[in-house]
């Protein structure tokens, strides 16, 4: 059973920073792609950034040069840390892992959400 906790949320002022972490279970995690995404309030939910298994990453423009996302692969984490916070930031943060088996079938995992609120 795949299992995605993650921890790190809370309330911070505009301009500040907060960590969140994501600790998977049940799969080989170093296999899969790993990434984070957002739903604020009467909105969809959004990519924010994801990070292969061979380590490449890819960015929302609205994140861009304030976020960063890492994994480790020995500890099956992954962490966003994100600097320079806005209050449009402000949203339930999702982990998400993506498998790809070797015949082509695809399967998303998601954490249970942690909330970022920004103020202003």
């Known amino acids: 059973q795949v299992q995605l906790v993650e921890s790190g949320g809370g309330l911070v002022q505009a301009g500040g920073s907060l960590r969140l972490s994501c600790t998977a279970s049940?799969?080989?995690?170093?296999?899969?792609?790993a990434g984070w995404y957002r739903q604020a309030p009467g909105k969809q939910r959004e990519l924010v950034a994801f990070?292969?298994?061979?380590?490449?990453?890819n960015y929302a423009d609205s994140v861009k040069g304030r976020f960063t996302i890492s994994r480790d692969n020995a500890k099956n984490t992954v962490d966003l840390q994100m600097n320079s916070l806005k209050p449009e930031d402000t949203a339930v943060y999702y982990c998400?892992?993506?498998?790809?088996?070797?015949?082509?079938?695809?399967?998303?995992?998601w954490g249970q959400g942690t909330q970022v609120t920004v103020s202003s």
């Open positions: 998400n892992l993506l498998q790809t088996t070797s015949w082509g079938q695809v399967t998303d995992y």
């Open positions: 049940g799969i080989t995690f170093r296999l899969n792609r």
């Open positions: 990070i292969r298994s061979i380590g490449s990453t």
